[in-house]
């Protein structure tokens, strides 16, 4: 009987590494939480070793690798200048971004970032688990709506300067 118990749990024991090892299934709207660290690139300094809730803006590629949006209360300051206030992409999914002071957090819509999907984990309440589509369009038309900002105002540079 003995050894029955220990092949059960030894075989519960795999199951559970094998699990926990699957990618989080991901599409865009979803918030996970993710270390800065494990962005590609990776970011570098303090609190890039602690989780951070991360929205989906894509599906995963070919590779795996899913295009993302940081919220923090404390973005780092090149993340901050194109921010917005995350709970404006929140309404209606049951869930807000807020930190244990019930600080609300920003979303860094100007600088998407790349993870591989393994590298996500589930968001816990009081986080949405998806933003719902509206609000996922909407987050997608900011951050398009910044990208194509930079990429304008990085045309029409050449040795001479700004034309």
């Known amino acids: 009987m003995q050894l ?5 749990l030894g075989l519960l024991s795999l199951v559970a590494s094998v699990v926990s090892a699957m990618p989080v299934p991901v599409k865009p709207g979803d918030v996970h939480m993710a270390k800065p660290a494990d962005f590609t690139p990776p970011q570098t300094g303090s609190g890039s070793r602690v989780p ?5 803006i894509s599906g995963p590629d070919a590779h795996g690798n899913v295009r993302v949006v940081q919220a923090s209360h404390k973005l780092p300051s090149n993340m901050a200048a194109h921010s917005r206030t995350a709970n404006d992409f929140a309404g209606g999914s ?10 609300p957090s920003r979303i860094a819509v100007g600088q998407p970032q790349t993870i591989h999907q393994s ?11 998806n933003l719902g589509k509206a609000n996922t369009e909407k ?3 900011a951050v398009a709506k910044v990208q194509a ?9 050449g040795k001479g300067g700004r034309k």
């Open 149 to 157: 900002s930079k990429t304008r105002r990085g045309k029409g540079k």
């Open 52 to 56: 951070h809730p991360v929205v989906a």
């Open 139 to 141: 987050l997608q038309s």
């Open 4 to 8: 029955i118990s220990t092949i059960y």
């Open 94 to 103: 049951g869930g807000r971004f807020t930190d244990r002071q019930r600080k």
């Open 119 to 129: 590298k996500l984990r589930p968001a816990r309440s009081p986080l949405p688990s």
